[in-house]
């Protein structure tokens, strides 16, 4: 194989002058597999005015930033992002670039990957540097891309064992994102952008964005719903139980899907992680996807009427029972001795 | 006038999973799920017929897959396209999405002349949404995903409202263009009943193939030309019809992902302290969570 360089880069995805979180996330997390490789750790960021963000990355582990800062790239639109991302990817060859799987990491990261010809995978729940036999062929420091795949039964380990380029995506809040205490100030490599007659194929006409009001990562107590409540009206229980105990509501995938809850509260694997001091998980079955998602919880208790439900596998309290009868009960029970 | 090209996909049931659908070298083994329309290019296709009612112009879909898909692009009929092409080829088994984008993108240059190319965001059993883009870019083409509705379509400028995190957005797209649909955009049309009894009688090479070599009075050139005539011809395209296909970049020795270890899962938790539903049951927890300052 080809040598190959020990740069570990990540997008950071920037709105409106601020850093996204979950590319912070991934400049910890890259600074840990950059630690593994002997490698730097790059930011690369682009926008309009976006120096400080540059500059901020150091306190997430960044070696060092390279910044396009140009009215074009201002906000996020996909042939001037790509065509300046395909471009530093295929000069510098990274030995590993991470987006964030939102909206914007999930459709610039495949135009780069496609470009590139790089191996991507998307909503990976670990990553890790390993040596790989594969095929009766050694390699040396390969990423393991881990993700839950189909229907959750599995749990796939993905590789890009020829290609000098390994890409992966992940979800906000898989990784934790910390500040260094003694971080180093990086250097900043400015990058020119240089305008093309495709820039404007695409223009934004409006934009509306709100902040989500939803904090279910800062969330200490969580109350999640399942498809298992079998109706929206059902649904309610988590809300009062949620209110009840001073929680935030969160809701399956499958509860999602269902309309019972918005998907902005899905705890899993394509929803958010959670780590809180105490989640409540009811009449969630627990498939490997929604488990990725919350089994780092400090305590957790299923509710459910299953008793081999895997929910179970993972909680520290395990109650069988119907949640109609049981959570107006604990409610009661909670306020009374509270008082 | 404008010319649509739907990306669709036929998907394993992910909802309903039985038996060993993973094979030794970690691939799916798809003859043992049930398989459906991806929904997301359900909806996909009802856009495209949306352009095609408001301002004229076809709808063609294409799917890369095994023989068997031609079910759905019958559906695809069903539901109003004017024609369908099955992408299939043994040399394009265990594709990636690099792999897969890179045939639909050798496929759609073959078909030509279109203004748009749609897709469902992602599909169920990968739920990756990596395929438009990928094609996209192999394309030379500008993309707008996460589309829910086309607004206007004005001197070759689509006005498209889609989702971002946290809101909505409405950009100005200059065709061609592709977009990828998402879920909840548009309610896909039910089958007209008149188009499922013309259809459900359209062919494939392949079934065409064996009604030839099972009656010796038909002869396949024919066939096919009687099959185009009637419009009931599902075009079918491999490696020999996409000329220019560079063969090292597709199926599993073209992908550059590659699946290393595929572990059932293991839970790994501790036994759950069992509390029985009862007041004594709840109200012992209760007083647990409250004493080590976890509630309260």
């Given at each position: 194989m080809k040598s190959v360089t020990k740069e570990v880069w990540v997008f950071i995805e920037q709105h409106d002058g601020k850093a996204a979180d979950v590319s912070l996330e991934l400049l910890c997390k890259g600074r840990k597999l950059a630690d593994r490789l002997n490698g730097v750790l790059k930011a690369i960021v682009l926008g309009y005015n976006v120096k400080n963000i540059a500059e901020k990355t150091f306190k997430y582990g960044a070696d060092s930033a390279i910044l396009v800062d140009h009215p074009i790239v201002d906000k996020y639109r996909p042939l001037p992002y790509s065509r300046m991302l395909n471009k530093l990817v295929n000069e510098h060859k990274p030995r590993i670039v991470l987006f964030g799987a939102t909206v914007v990491g999930r459709g610039l990261a495949p135009r780069v990957a496609s470009n590139t010809v790089s191996g991507l995978t998307a909503d990976c729940t670990e990553l890790v540097i390993q040596d790989v036999t594969y095929l009766k062929k050694d390699y040396k420091d390969l990423l393991l891309q881990i993700r839950p795949a189909f229907g959750g039964n599995i749990i796939a380990t993905i590789i890009t064992p020829d290609n000098p380029v390994q890409m992966a995506t992940v979800r906000e809040g898989v990784m934790e994102m910390h500040e260094l205490e003694t971080p180093k100030p990086v250097t900043i490599e400015e990058v020119e952008y240089i305008e093309d007659s495709t820039d404007d194929l695409v223009k934004i006409v409006e934009q509306y964005r709100e902040e989500s009001k939803v904090n279910l990562k800062g969330a200490p107590i969580i109350v999640a719903g399942g498809y298992g409540l079998g109706t929206k009206e059902n649904f309610k229980l988590i809300h009062d139980l949620a209110e009840a105990v001073g929680g935030e509501v969160a809701g399956s995938r499958a509860a999602v899907d269902a309309g019972f809850?918005?998907?902005?509260?899905q705890v899993g694997q394509t929803g958010v992680t959670v780590r809180p001091k105490l989640i409540f998980s009811i009449g969630i079955s627990g498939a490997i996807q929604h488990r990725a998602g919350?089994?780092?919880?400090?305590k957790i208790i299923a509710i459910n009427t299953?008793?081999?439900?895997?929910i179970f596998e993972v909680a520290h309290y395990g109650i069988v029972g119907k949640a109609e009868e049981i959570i107006p009960n604990f409610i009661d029970l909670y306020k009374h001795k509270l008082k | 006038m404008f010319n649509s090209i739907v990306m669709v996909k036929q998907v394993p049931d992910t909802a309903n999973i039985t038996g060993k659908v993973m094979k030794d070298d970690g691939t799916v083994n798809r003859a043992m799920l049930p398989a459906i329309f991806n929904h997301e290019d359900k909806e996909a296709l009802e856009l495209a017929l949306q352009v095609k009612e408001q301002y004229g112009g076809t709808v063609s879909v294409i799917t890369m897959g095994p023989p068997r898909a031609s079910d759905m692009l019958k559906e695809c009929f069903y539901m109003g396209a004017d024609k369908t092409y099955l992408i299939s080829d043994?040399?394009?088994?265990?594709?990636d999405t690099l792999a897969t984008s890179y045939v639909l993108s050798e496929a759609i240059d073959h078909i030509g002349n279109f203004d748009f190319v749609f897709a469902g965001?992602?599909?169920?059993?990968?739920?990756?949404?990596?395929v438009g883009p990928q094609t996209a870019e192999k394309l030379n083409l500008s993309q707008v995903t996460y589309v829910e509705e086309i607004e206007k379509i004005e001197n070759s400028v689509a006005r498209i409202k889609r989702k971002i995190d946290g809101g909505q957005e409405i950009v100005d797209a200059a065709l061609p263009v592709l977009l990828t649909v998402v879920k909840g955009a548009q309610e896909p049309r039910p089958f007209s009943a008149k188009k499922i009894m013309v259809y459900k009688n359209a062919k494939t090479l392949l079934d065409l193939e064996k009604m030839a070599n099972e009656n010796s009075l038909l002869n396949l050139d024919e066939l096919v030309q009687e099959y185009k005539d009637k419009k009931l011809y599902i075009e079918t395209l491999s490696t020999t019809d996409l000329?220019?296909?560079?063969?090292?970049?597709?199926?599993l020795h073209g992908s550059p992902t590659k699946v290393h270890k595929v572990e059932s899962v293991v839970l790994t938790g501790g036994e759950a302290t069992k509390i029985e539903p009862t007041q004594e049951g709840l109200g012992s927890l209760i007083d647990e969570l409250l004493n080590n300052h976890i509630l309260g």
């Open positions: 809850v918005d998907h902005d509260r919350m089994q780092d919880a400090n299953d008793p081999e439900a895997p | 043994r040399k394009f088994a265990g594709s965001r992602q599909a169920i059993d990968g739920d990756t949404a990596q000329s220019d296909i560079d063969i090292t970049r597709i199926g």
